[in-house]
T-cell receptor, first 111, second 116 residues
């Protein structure tokens, strides 16, 4: 089974600044999907951004963007202009048939 | 669409009792995932279905756990008998599976299970 590693259990950032969350994964597959999900204290799992492995262009969604390095099996999330509402757990996920998650990074945005 | 709907939102039960968690998929989705979330183990995939067929149940912890899809839009996860260590938040998620792969998965709001 594929494994997903998030090496930063906790991070913090000042409001309006930029932060990058790291994710690496292990797979022998060539075609797959990668996702970042956000889980605020309400515990709802919210999709932030997705990336298809066959696309070289990095995905962006407003203030959220990814740096996808397929050869390095790396998929980091950059949050620009951080807002207080971005405070949450962030999970990286790999999907090929099933979907596996990393352990998560707890992000705190400080005023 | 109302999204993925899970019930109940909270469940408190006594050890040894049977517990049934329910999940309604998004209309048109054909892939269903059950996850368990705990502080110690994070998000664990228990089982997933494509077109009502269980594809991988290797994450189901014990024979006390069972999952079914009686129809294309509904699934149940049953624990019998329940134990205190089963206490967790249980999520289901649905997606659209096609030959070239799945779309993103959409999650229900989860069921917080407490076994006392």
């Amino acid at each position: 089974a594929q494994t997903v590693t998030q090496s930063q259990p906790e991070m913090s950032v000042q409001e309006a600044e930029t932060v990058t969350l790291s994710c690496t994964y292990d797979t022998s597959e060539n075609n797959y999907y990668l996702f970042w999900y956000k889980q605020p204290p309400s515990r709802q799992m919210i999709l932030v951004i997705r990336q298809e492995a066959y696309k070289q262009q990095n995905a962006t969604e407003n203030r959220f963007s990814v740096n996808f390095q397929k050869a390095a099996k790396s998929f980091s999330l950059k949050i620009s202009d951080s807002q207080l509402g971005d405070t949450a757990m962030y999970f990286c996920a790999f999907m090929k048939g099933d979907m596996r998650f990393g352990a998560g990074t707890r992000l705190t945005v400080k005023p | 669409d109302a999204g993925v709907i899970q019930s109940p939102r909270h469940e408190v039960t006594e050890m040894g009792q049977e517990v049934t968690l329910r999940c309604k998929l998004i209309s048109g989705h054909n892939s269903l995932f059950w996850y368990r979330q705990t502080m110690m183990r994070g998000l664990e995939l228990l089982i997933y279905f494509n077109n009502n067929v269980p594809i991988d149940d290797s994450g189901m912890p014990e024979d006390r756990f069972s999952a079914k899809m009686p129809n294309a839009s509904f699934s149940t996860l049953k624990i019998q008998p329940s134990e205190p260590r089963d206490s967790a938040v249980y999520f289901c998620a649905s997606s659209l599976w096609r030959q070239q792969g799945n779309t993103e998965a959409f999650f229900g709001q989860g069921t917080r299970l407490t076994v006392v």
